[in-house]
């Protein structure tokens, strides 16, 4: 449910329009932010600041939702029709049947439950917040009206707010107005009736910070942002995963199947005039046992257990249900810096035009990396370290700063020094300082920029890049004295200083992990803003093939049809922009990939967004974490090379389940309604098929910590709706044969009365269920493939159970009776038979789909 008393503080009166210090009084608020003991009192009074509370559902809650199964309720509405006929030993099989089931799925859900959502709490998103003075980092949830909130380059806006201060602030607020690029926030007022893309003063929930700094006061939370307006009225759910979409396809098609089986088996029994309660039982009963009505708790108990894996990995899944795109993942799209890269930058030198080093590029550079106060990045802290203890700021004081954006990929910083003189220091990509200035500094002074001194620069460039350095101008000039602020429109005109070079040297295990990625199918692709000749170096040392290079500029000029085609040969894209970013992970996706992109940058949101998996790192900016379904505790090819093998492991062990029930089940029920035209009494009594449906699932639910064999995770898995159909065709006949031998034994053979026939067909159908989960969970030979122990366990405990059945006490009252001991070991000897002729069925089958393949 939505959050308790939705607080619409000032909505009525456009807080967009009201001058500031009217706003703070009516907020009854501090530009200071508020104090502890108010915004406690606040978040009280107003609830959490968020769209919906995600309050987790009950042990109660959760054992109910277990009843809202179409097929759970069709069986109590029939065991209500036996009560109402008087059938009560029936009645009370089935209800027993129906609430041990229920019961089954009850207790695996709550602890799987459990253990994800301890897991996701362990992923936060917070903002910074002002409290008595002081910023603090507290939980986004935590937000009240009121509150003052302290945003930068990367930050995730909490709630709809008013623009106190900003300094070069640009929002990306394309979820709620469309817009493509950034839009600058500024102080001020709007007319009240201003339109939402044009309240330049506000910020809104959902949206994130792309470059520069605000102060912004909070004048909405939770639903009654715009954001939750929209939310609540759309109550839009994510998009479905590829294995959802073939569960949905897979669901469809049984249900037909059961429908048409119910409407057929009660109408011809009717018409036999046989009993039409025990008819319209054995119907329903033979429907419940056709549907593998425990999937979504095998799913939610595998996707969990795969996520507790994880987790155990470094890998925390945000988002449960793409555990198995991870597993079909083909294609890993990933940034240079910090996955192939070790990350630790550092400052190999400083130099001047001419190539040499240069004591005063490293002061410009430390004045520009040591004041500035944008985005924490490794490049500026690797150049304060090499600055620091030069002295180089002892006489400088900061007078202004324009911050960094990812169109000029440049910051400067306007300081001042003791003589007062006031410089504009600028750091960025070198094209860009370059278009930036008009001279350069060389040994003889400073010289135009002319076509002799840009081919130089340019050779130093390409030798350096070449070397696998990452190459950044550094420039400077005179500014005049003013009281207002410096912008962007000041960098021109400009000196160009010398060069900063850093290095990034590969980690040590990439090249093995691009290896074994590469062994499991998955293709990995390097997407930078790095020049491309840094992003060739890279890959040639770290092993990556270079079949294809596409820069930024070579993207802009081609067709999306273009791009689909060279997409899929590239391995290496360089000096790209968000936008191309998203457009390439869009064109491998629209080619037939399924497309895994890894990064942690502000300019990564889109494409993490548009992947089918998107993955990043709990050091990474909020609004890249937001956008993420999986988040690293490391930054580290090598564990998601483990994650990728869970995912498949995951994927693997939900799919045994389903081959388990098309295989056994289909061709025993097919077989039951078939049987019960001919024969002149039920082959089972409806109670005894739910009882087998019952029985069977118990070893079910351990498939999710099932052993997984090597070659179900070596190569991407994907639903396949084919094999699933063929694979129920030809084991579903496999069964059959069996099913129809089993009734010849017992008819002819033993001459078998009704309760004889019912118990040894129920024993074998029982086992050849159990027994075809083993032999089915493995694409080999099944006594080289060791299940794992729970499931093993559980099904020799089942087996024990059912042969001892016919004997026990309670046993006529289910309808069985004791078998002789020839019959018993016909039954034994038939299901042996079963697993043989499987295991030939299945080395067949298999070899026919790899030669079709």
């Given at each position: 449910?939505?959050?308790?008393?939705?607080?619409?503080?000032?909505?009525?009166?456009?807080?967009?329009?009201?001058?500031?210090?009217?706003?703070?009084?009516?907020?009854?608020?501090?530009?200071?932010?508020?104090?502890?003991?108010?915004?406690?009192?606040?978040?009280?009074?107003?609830?959490?600041?968020?769209?919906?509370m995600?309050?987790?559902?009950?042990?109660?809650?959760?054992?109910?939702?277990?009843?809202?199964?179409?097929?759970?309720?069709?069986?109590?509405?029939?065991?209500?029709?036996?009560?109402?006929?008087?059938?009560?030993?029936?009645?009370?099989?089935?209800?027993?049947?129906?609430?041990?089931?229920?019961?089954?799925?009850?207790?695996?859900?709550?602890?799987?439950?459990?253990?994800?959502?301890?897991?996701?709490?362990?992923?936060?998103?917070?903002?910074?917040v002002?409290?008595?003075?002081?910023?603090?980092?507290?939980?986004?949830?935590?937000?009240?009206?009121?509150?003052?909130?302290?945003?930068?380059?990367?930050?995730?806006?909490?709630?709809?707010?008013?623009?106190?201060?900003?300094?070069?602030?640009?929002?990306?607020?394309?979820?709620?107005?469309?817009?493509?690029?950034?839009?600058?926030?500024?102080?001020?007022?709007?007319?009240?009736?201003?339109?939402?893309?044009?309240?330049?003063?506000?910020?809104?929930?959902?949206?994130?910070?792309?470059?520069?700094?605000?102060?912004?006061?909070?004048?909405?939370?939770?639903?009654?942002?715009?954001?939750?307006?929209?939310?609540?009225?759309?109550?839009?759910?994510p998009?479905?995963?590829?294995?959802?979409?073939?569960?949905?396809?897979?669901?469809?098609?049984?249900?037909?199947?059961?429908?048409?089986?119910?409407?057929?088996?009660?109408?011809?029994?009717?018409?036999?005039?046989?009993?039409?309660?025990?008819?319209?039982?054995?119907?329903?009963?033979?429907?419940v046992?056709?549907?593998?009505?425990?999937?979504?708790?095998?799913?939610?108990?595998?996707?969990?257990?795969?996520?507790?894996?994880?987790?155990?990995?470094?890998?925390?899944?945000r988002?449960?249900?793409?555990?198995?795109?991870?597993?079909?993942?083909?294609?890993?799209?990933?940034?240079?810096?910090?996955?192939?890269?070790?990350?630790?930058?550092?400052?190999?030198?400083?130099?001047?035009?001419?190539?040499?080093?240069?004591?005063?590029?490293?002061?410009?550079?430390?004045?520009?990396a040591?004041f500035?106060?944008?985005?924490?990045?490794?490049?500026?802290?690797?150049?304060?370290?090499?600055?620091?203890?030069?002295?180089?700021f002892?006489?400088?004081?900061?007078?202004?700063?324009?911050?960094?954006?990812?169109?000029?990929?440049?910051?400067?910083?306007?300081?001042?020094?003791?003589?007062?003189?006031?410089?504009?220091?600028?750091?960025?990509?070198?094209?860009?300082?370059?278009?930036?200035?008009?001279?350069?500094?060389?040994?003889?002074?400073?010289?135009?920029?002319?076509?002799?001194?840009?081919?130089?620069?340019?050779?130093?460039?390409?030798?350096?890049?070449?070397?696998?350095?990452?190459?950044?101008?550094?420039?400077?000039?005179?500014?005049?004295?003013?009281?207002?602020?410096?912008?962007?429109?000041?960098?021109?005109?400009?000196?160009?200083?010398?060069?900063?070079?850093?290095?990034?040297?590969?980690?040590?295990?990439?090249?093995?992990?691009?290896?074994?990625?590469?062994?499991?199918?998955?293709?990995?692709?390097?997407?930078?803003?790095?020049?491309?000749?840094?992003?060739?170096?890279?890959?040639?040392?770290?092993?990556?093939?270079?079949?294809?290079?596409?820069?930024?500029?070579?993207?802009?000029?081609?067709?999306?049809?273009?791009?689909?085609?060279?997409?899929?040969q590239?391995?290496?894209?360089?000096?790209?922009?968000?936008?191309?970013?998203?457009?390439i992970?869009?064109?491998?996706?629209?080619?037939?990939?399924?497309?895994?992109?890894?990064?942690?940058?502000?300019?990564?949101?889109?494409?993490?967004?548009?992947?089918?998996?998107?993955?990043?790192?709990?050091?990474?900016?909020?609004?890249?974490k937001?956008?993420?379904d999986?988040v690293?505790?490391?930054?580290?090819?090598?564990?998601?090379?483990?994650?990728?093998d869970?995912?498949?492991?995951?994927?693997?062990?939900?799919?045994?389940?389903?081959?388990?029930?098309?295989?056994?089940?289909?061709?025993?029920?097919?077989?039951?309604?078939?049987?019960?035209?001919?024969?002149?009494?039920?082959?089972?009594?409806?109670?005894?098929?739910?009882?087998?449906?019952?029985?069977?699932?118990?070893?079910?639910?351990?498939?999710?910590?099932?052993?997984?064999?090597?070659?179900l995770?070596?190569?991407?898995?994907?639903?396949?709706?084919?094999?699933?159909?063929?694979?129920?065709?030809?084991?579903?006949?496999?069964?059959?044969?069996?099913?129809?031998?089993?009734?010849?034994?017992?008819?002819?053979?033993?001459?078998?009365?009704?309760?004889?026939?019912?118990?040894?067909?129920?024993?074998?159908?029982?086992?050849?269920?159990?027994?075809?989960?083993?032999?089915?969970?493995?694409?080999?030979?099944?006594?080289?493939?060791?299940?794992?122990?729970?499931?093993?366990?559980?099904?020799?405990?089942?087996i024990?159970?059912?042969l001892?059945?016919?004997?026990?006490?309670?046993?006529?009252?289910?309808?069985?009776?004791?078998?002789?001991?020839?019959?018993?070991?016909?039954?034994?000897?038939?299901?042996?038979?079963?697993?043989?002729?499987?295991?030939?069925?299945?080395?067949?089958?298999?070899?026919?789909?790899?030669?079709?393949?």
């Amino acid at each position: 449910m939505f959050e308790k008393n939705p607080v619409v503080p000032v909505e009525a009166n456009a807080y967009w329009s009201l001058p500031r210090d009217q706003l703070l009084a009516q907020l009854d608020a501090d530009a200071a932010g508020l104090g502890a003991a108010e915004a406690a009192q606040r978040l009280t009074r107003y609830g959490p600041n968020s769209l919906v509370m995600t309050k987790k559902a009950g042990a109660f809650g959760l054992y109910a939702s277990q009843f809202k199964s179409p097929l759970v309720l069709i069986l109590i509405i029939a065991s209500a029709v036996s009560l109402a006929a008087s059938e009560w030993v029936d009645a009370g099989i089935v209800l027993v049947v129906v609430f041990g089931s229920t019961a089954l799925g009850f207790v695996q859900e709550y602890i799987a439950g459990n253990a994800v959502e301890k897991l996701r709490s362990q992923i936060t998103i917070t903002s910074t917040v002002l409290r008595d003075g002081a910023a603090l980092s507290l939980p986004s949830s935590q937000v009240v009206p009121g509150d003052v909130v302290e945003l930068s380059a990367g930050s995730l806006i909490p709630a709809d707010a008013v623009v106190l201060a900003a300094r070069d602030f640009f929002v990306a607020q394309a979820a709620l107005t469309g817009e493509t690029f950034p839009v600058e926030k500024v102080p001020g007022t709007v007319a009240a009736d201003t339109g939402l893309a044009q309240r330049s003063n506000c910020v809104f929930m959902g949206t994130s910070v792309r470059s520069g700094s605000a102060s912004v006061l909070v004048a909405a939370t939770g639903k009654s942002t715009v954001f939750g307006q929209i939310a609540g009225k759309l109550a839009l759910r994510p998009a479905l995963t590829e294995f959802e979409r073939g569960i949905q396809r897979f669901g469809y098609l049984l249900t037909r199947v059961m429908l048409a089986m119910v409407i057929v088996v009660l109408a011809i029994n009717i018409f036999m005039a046989r009993p039409p309660i025990a008819s319209l039982l054995f119907a329903l009963a033979l429907a419940v046992g056709l549907t593998p009505e425990l999937l979504p708790a095998i799913i939610s108990i595998t996707l969990s257990h795969g996520a507790k894996r994880m987790a155990a990995l470094g890998v925390i899944v945000r988002r449960l249900n793409a555990i198995e795109n991870l597993g079909s993942m083909d294609v890993l799209c990933t940034d240079k810096t910090g996955t192939l890269t070790a990350g630790i930058v550092e400052l190999d030198g400083a130099f001047d035009v001419d190539g040499q080093a240069s004591a005063a590029v490293l002061r410009l550079a430390g004045i520009n990396a040591h004041f500035q106060t944008g985005m924490a990045n490794p490049l500026d802290e690797a150049v304060s370290r090499a600055a620091a203890g030069s002295g180089a700021f002892d006489d400088v004081r900061k007078i202004d700063e324009i911050p960094y954006d990812f169109v000029r990929k440049a910051l400067s910083v306007v300081a001042v020094d003791g003589t007062g003189e006031r410089t504009l220091v600028t750091k960025g990509a070198l094209d860009n300082v370059l278009a930036m200035c008009t001279s350069a500094r060389t040994a003889a002074g400073p010289a135009p920029l002319d076509a002799v001194v840009k081919a130089k620069i340019q050779a130093l460039y390409e030798d350096w890049s070449g070397q696998g350095f990452r190459v950044l101008g550094v420039a400077s000039r005179v500014v005049d004295d003013r009281t207002g602020s410096y912008a962007r429109a000041d960098e021109r005109g400009m000196c160009l200083a010398g060069f900063l070079l850093f290095l990034d040297p590969p980690k040590d295990d990439v090249r093995q992990v691009i290896v074994d990625l590469a062994q499991r199918g998955v293709q990995l692709k390097m997407i930078t803003g790095d020049n491309i000749r840094v992003a060739c170096h890279v890959a040639a040392t770290i092993g990556l093939p270079v079949a294809l290079t596409l820069t930024g500029r070579q993207l802009n000029e081609m067709s999306d049809e273009a791009l689909w085609h060279s997409a899929r040969q590239a391995t290496v894209f360089a000096e790209v922009d968000p936008n191309q970013k998203e457009r390439i992970i869009l064109a491998l996706r629209k080619t037939g990939h399924v497309v895994g992109y890894m990064g942690d940058g502000i300019n990564d949101a889109p494409a993490l967004h548009t992947a089918d998996v998107g993955i990043s790192v709990d050091t990474a900016v909020d609004v890249a974490k937001d956008a993420a379904d999986f988040v690293l505790l490391r930054k580290d090819l090598g564990i998601l090379r483990q994650g990728i093998d869970e995912g498949r492991r995951t994927f693997a062990n939900t799919l045994k389940y389903i081959l388990t029930t098309i295989s056994a089940n289909f061709g025993n029920m097919f077989s039951m309604a078939a049987a019960s035209v001919f024969l002149p009494f039920l082959p089972l009594l409806a109670s005894q098929v739910l009882l087998n449906n019952f029985l069977s699932d118990i070893p079910a639910t351990t498939i999710a910590g099932d052993n997984v064999d090597p070659d179900l995770v070596v190569t991407p898995r994907r639903w396949d709706t084919l094999f699933i159909r063929d694979y129920m065709v030809v084991f579903g006949l496999v069964s059959s044969v069996f099913d129809l031998l089993t009734f010849g034994v017992l008819l002819w053979l033993f001459e078998a009365a009704a309760h004889e026939f019912r118990t040894g067909w129920f024993i074998e159908s029982l086992l050849t269920v159990l027994v075809i989960a083993l032999v089915v969970r493995t694409r080999g030979p099944f006594w080289r493939s060791r299940p794992g122990n729970l499931l093993l366990a559980s099904t020799v405990a089942v087996i024990a159970l059912t042969l001892a059945l016919p004997y026990l006490p309670f046993a006529g009252a289910l309808g069985f009776v004791p078998l002789p001991a020839p019959l018993m070991l016909a039954m034994i000897g038939l299901t042996l038979g079963y697993v043989a002729a499987a295991e030939v069925a299945k080395k067949f089958f298999y070899a026919r789909h790899r030669a079709f393949r």
